[in-house]
């Protein structure tokens, strides 16, 4: 009896291993996979340039071209109206910013769905960050890729801006999902 009893724990504690190992979670690798097909599935429909300009002159407009930022395809922008010229941010410089953004999970046959953000809804907290102080939480809460466009262009343009998980909201990372932001930026009004 007591053997039987040993080989039935033992066979339970065997079971109970194999369930447990046999989950159907994705390893961070798989993610990351599935997260860049969501982007390539975007960017199937979409002109793609391989980098920024030399000149950094951007085409602009609703059919200009995504341009890559970053080596690793963690980082694509459409300037969709490329500011006024001169008006550069500063170190340091407290930018707010206006945003829809969209996850590209959801992206499909298109079209994009669910977009949340403050762009269209003025009772949204004001979202803002001081420029490359990464120091403060309410910068880097947003995560490197909110800010880049600025590096590039004046503080008053406008950009759709395709942010890898990486690169995103700082308490989502381990999400691994892509999101297509459209952003404003623009200075307090003293």
Known sequence: MKILRNIALAAASLAAFAFTSCDDTK?????????THYVNAYLANQRVVASIPADTVFETGP??????LDEDGNLYMQVVNAGTPGNKVKSDELIYFRFTRYSLY?????????????????????TSFRYGNYQLQSSSQWGSGIQYPLALLPVDCEVNLIIKSQLGLTNEI?????YLYHIRYYRPKI
């Open 27 to 35: 390893s961070y690798a798989e993610l990351l996979t599935d997260e």
């Open 63 to 68: 059919d200009a071209p995504y341009y890559r």
């Open 106 to 126: 959801k992206y499909s046959g298109g079209e994009l769905s669910g977009g949340v953000g403050n762009e269209d809804d003025l009772s949204f907290n004001n």
């Open 174 to 178: 381990a999400e691994v999902v892509p």
